[in-house]
């Protein structure tokens, strides 16, 4: 039998809970005035003007936004790779005319994620807002995302990604979100956590991407309320998506959702229908019963450290309980992957 590391009561209680909200909800509704978030002061924007990257330097880079270079395309717009003269591989997104974010306000947003420098989060290079396009110039990482390998339909392409790899993901998402909630010069919440947004370089390391709903607290700030709530089903916090507060343990929330979705293999995708179960409830009842090792992703054949998993998988639920309060911080994470026990 599997031994059973047991979460408390009260928090049991609440991921319980939370699994009959996530089968009963309704429309996503949030009722509270919006938080009037930090603001760039001239100084960051002047910074962001000194990134600017002349258009036909991209066009150049990127072929002319070639179709072949497209990587990817979502509601952002589409994303392509490019070179620049110096050889250096970029990956240029280029915002969708139905983007809702205006000229002032990303030139805040990139004044802020200007100021974040970490191993574990996707640098940015620069920016163009030339003949009515907005782009942004990031490095280019040569994996891609995530999602494109640990859901991939090619099991071939599943086992690339061994458990050391995997626990080394798990990790590396954990120091970028702790260097962003609590050790960076700013508080950032990223608000749209998912495996798409994590990106992966030549040795398989974590790249945290996609600031574009990310928000800054201020030093003492610990939450903030929306009334546009915005994200992705399956990855957002119940809080959020029931009253529109978000905080960094909502971000904690969606990095649980991922935990599981690394060990398992399968997304989080509950479409509310009877005949779908989602990730978060299988893993708990198996957890319940001493059976995780049935929910292991198979792809791994078997080569894992059960003692890993099982933290992993503990670490997973202890994230996506239903109270905030009950998660850990990501410091405290970080603490818990790095422990022998």
Same mark, same amino acid.
């Given at each position: 039998m599997v031994p059973i590391i047991l979460l408390p009561l009260i928090a049991a209680i609440s991921l319980v809970a939370y699994f009959i909200f996530l089968r009963r909800q309704g429309p996503l509704t949030a009722e509270k005035q919006p938080y009037r978030g930090y603001s760039a002061e001239a100084h960051d924007i002047e910074s962001v003007d000194s990134m600017? %990257?002349? @258009?036909?330097?991209?066009?150049?880079?990127?072929?002319?936004?070639?179709?072949?270079?497209?990587?990817?395309?979502?509601? /952002?717009?589409?994303?392509y790779k490019g070179t620049l003269p110096d050889g250096e591989e970029i990956a240029v997104k280029r915002m969708s005319n139905s983007s809702t974010q205006g000229v002032e306000e990303l030139k805040n947003e990139l004044a802020?994620?200007?100021?974040?420098?970490?191993?574990?989060?996707?640098?940015? @290079?620069?920016?163009?807002?030339?003949?009515?396009?907005?782009?942004?110039?990031?490095?280019?990482?040569?994996?891609?995302?995530? #999602?494109? @390998?640990?859901?991939?339909?090619?099991?071939?392409?599943?086992?690339?990604? #061994?458990?050391?790899?995997?626990?080394? %993901? +798990?990790?590396? @998402?954990?120091?970028?979100?702790?260097?962003?909630?609590? #050790?960076?010069?700013?508080?950032?919440?990223?608000? #749209?956590?998912?495996?798409?947004? %994590?990106?992966?370089?030549?040795?398989?390391?974590?790249?945290?991407?996609?600031?574009?709903?990310?928000? %800054? /607290?201020?030093?003492?700030? $610990?939450?903030?309320? $929306?009334?546009?709530?915005?994200?992705?089903?399956?990855?957002?916090?119940?809080?959020?998506?029931?009253?529109?507060?978000?905080?960094?343990?909502?971000?904690? /929330?969606? /990095?649980?959702?991922?935990?599981?979705? +690394?060990?398992?293999?399968?997304?989080?995708?509950?479409?509310?229908?009877?005949?779908?179960?989602?990730l978060l409830t299988k893993v708990w009842e198996h957890w319940t019963t001493g059976t995780v090792m049935k929910v292991v992703d198979p792809c791994m054949n078997g080569s894992f450290s059960e003692k890993e998993v099982l933290k992993c998988v503990h670490i997973g639920l202890l994230c996506v309980q239903g109270n905030p309060v009950d998660r850990p911080t990501m410091s405290a994470v970080v603490i818990m992957l790095g422990s022998e026990t």
């Open positions: 600017m %990257i002349d @258009i036909s330097t991209l066009r150049a880079a990127t072929g002319d936004f070639a179709e072949s270079n497209k990587l990817g395309e979502g509601g /952002f717009g589409a994303v802020l994620v200007a100021k974040l420098s970490h191993k574990n989060l996707v640098r940015l @290079i620069g920016v163009c807002l030339e003949q009515q396009e907005r782009l942004l110039v990031y490095e280019f990482v040569p994996n891609r995302s995530l #999602d494109l @390998i640990l859901f991939a339909q090619d099991a071939a392409k599943r086992e690339q990604l #061994d458990w050391t790899k995997r626990y080394k %993901i +798990i990790d590396g @998402i954990a120091r970028g979100l702790q260097y962003l909630h609590e #050790d960076s010069q700013l508080k950032v919440v990223h608000r #749209d956590l998912k495996a798409s947004n %994590i990106l992966l370089d030549m040795k398989t390391s974590p790249k945290i991407s996609d600031f574009g709903l990310a928000k %800054i /607290f201020g030093r003492d700030q $610990t939450q903030g309320v $929306t009334n546009r709530v915005v994200g992705t089903h399956g990855y957002m916090a119940p809080e959020y998506m029931m009253r529109g507060n978000y905080s960094v343990k909502s971000d904690a /929330f969606s /990095f649980g959702v991922m935990v599981l979705e +690394i060990v398992t293999g399968r997304k989080n995708t509950d479409d509310g229908s009877r005949q779908s179960e989602d």
